[in-house]
Nanobody, 122 residues
Framework: QVQLVESGGGLVQAGGSLRLSCAASGRTISRYTVGWLRQAPGKEREFVAAIIWSGGSTYYADSAKGRFTISRDNAKNMVYLRLNSLKPEDTAVYYC???????????????WGQGTQVTVSS
């Protein structure tokens, strides 16, 4: 079992920045891929970014490339998502999730946090 707790969401103006945090606990997180996914009102959940804990390879959705950065802190078992140049269309609930193996750029993660709301005003 892996427990994930997100924090760091909020209200920001377009062009602003936020840093989302995900605290991971439970089974050895180094064996997992940790992803950030989001779901906007009335839309399906979508992949945003992922990091393979062992080795640190990162993956991004096209909408995130160049604006968002995923990173991890091994010592603290934390995963971060830095959101820059935010747009109103980035408004969504952002979830931290974990899985073992399989394609990182997927919504089929096994463990999920409760989500954190990001609202971008125009």
């Amino acid at each position: 079992q892996v427990q994930l707790v997100e924090s760091g969401g909020g209200l920001v103006q377009a062009g602003g920045s936020l840093r989302l945090s995900c605290a991971a606990s439970g089974r050895t997180i180094s064996r997992y891929t940790v992803g950030w996914l989001r779901q906007a009102p009335g839309k399906e959940r979508e992949f945003v970014a992922a990091i393979i804990w062992s080795g640190g390879s990162t993956y991004y959705a096209d909408s995130a490339k160049g604006r968002f950065t995923i990173s991890r802190d091994n010592a603290k078992n934390m995963v971060y998502l830095r959101l820059n140049s935010l747009k109103p269309e980035d408004t969504a609930v952002y979830y931290c999730a974990a899985r073992q193996g399989g394609p990182p750029e997927s919504i089929l993660y096994r463990y999920w946090g409760q989500g954190t709301q990001v609202t971008v005003s125009s």
